[in-house]
């Protein structure tokens, strides 16, 4: 569990093929601010991907550690995208006596999402992004969303005309500066995790309405009223 604060900006050094056809190893240097606790087998938020560490340096090369990313990891996640140099968000699991400053962010990420602009406002930006829309329906107004493991509030919500799903954000001038969400360009990609919450709500309403076999507490209750009515009319026997 993470808490989408985003601790510190690591750089990718190395990536090497785990097999010959599936998976890869990344280590990422500069990254002794996230390793003075580490231990081989801890969980490290990598633009927002859960992953586990298996090797570590707390001094060498500024802080190392290397993952290991598996097919679903790299199809889902920009991940597979990024080469040597390429500069990652990272976050060490949450603590259990820390404060919870951002919100409830599993790394589980959910798809990947296109910025489409950037826009000034003030010494703030204003990100517009598209996402697949069958991740849109978790998104509420003023709800939270996770961009590359960053925990950022939704500003806007709209299905264009050409029914693209879009949604923006706001990052001010912190954020711009201490993640990898502010350097970022339109037409790059970015992670996506829907709040965990949202996601919880729409799954329960879904199952109540649809059940798991098609038809759900709600159907029966309508049916059962239109029924009850059409005897009463002598419509039905």
Known sequence: ???????????????????????????????????SDCNLGDSIAVNGCCLTVTGFDKVEK??????????????????????????????????????????FVQGHVDCT??????????DSQRLLLSLPTEFFTPLIPKGYIAL???????????????????????????TQTRTVVGFKKAGEKVNVEVDVVGKGVE????????????????EELIEGVVEKVLRKKGLIQ
Request: no cysteine; charged share 15%.
């Open 203 to 218: 799954s329960v309403v879904r199952n109540v309405l649809e059940g798991a076999g098609g038809g759900g507490k709600i």
């Open 148 to 174: 590359d493991g960053t925990s950022l509030t939704l500003t806007s919500l709209q299905i264009t005309p050409e029914g693209t799903a879009t949604f923006g954000v706001m990052l001010i001038q912190h």
């Open 1 to 35: 569990m993470f808490t989408g604060l985003i601790e510190h900006i690591g750089t990718i050094t190395s990536i090497t093929p785990t097999t010959e056809f599936e998976g890869y190893s990344f280590t990422i240097s500069e990254a002794a601010a996230v390793l």
């Open 62 to 103: 500024g802080g190392w550690f290397s993952v290991g990313l598996a097919n679903e990891t790299l199809s889902r996640t920009n991940l597979g995208e990024l080469a040597v140099e390429s500069k990652v968000n990272l976050e060490r699991a949450m603590a259990g006596h820390g404060r919870f400053g951002g919100h």
């Open 113 to 122: 999402a296109t910025i489409l602009s950037v826009t000034p406002d003030g």
